[in-house]
């Protein structure tokens, strides 16, 4: 069966960088565009950034350009998130996302506090 399995999530201070991870089976990996969404306590889900199948192409919302960072390693089923100069607003829950087919993963919490 289908499975997107983040990882790397947690707790960091203001400044500081973490790298999420998310895991996918069941699937045609590499041809699907794959997502990074979040979700903050009471509000929407919000795009994050996006990359293309072969990873030729990436997207960002304005509020983390310059700061994340997506790819992916088709050869291990893997996308990642590298997030640099974290800030508070940027605690949420991070969601992978397929594209092809409209899965998602279970989510992992990034906590950005003092």
């Known amino acids: 069966q289908v499975q997107l399995v983040e990882s790397g999530g947690g707790l960091v201070q203001p400044g500081g960088s973490l790298r999420v991870s998310c895991a996918a089976s069941?699937?045609?990996?590499?041809?699907?565009?794959m997502n990074w969404y979040r979700q903050a306590p009471g509000k929407e889900r919000e795009l994050v950034a996006g990359?293309?199948?072969?990873?030729?192409?990436?997207n960002y919302a304005d509020s983390v350009k310059g700061r994340f960072t997506i790819s992916r390693d088709n050869a291990k089923n893997t996308v990642y998130l590298q997030m640099n100069s974290l800030k508070p607003e940027d605690t949420a829950v991070y969601y992978c996302n397929a594209r092809l087919g409209g899965y998602w993963g279970q989510g992992t919490q990034v906590t950005v506090s003092s």
């Open positions: 990359i293309s199948s072969a990873g030729s192409y990436t």
């Open positions: 069941g699937f045609t990996f590499s041809r699907s565009t």
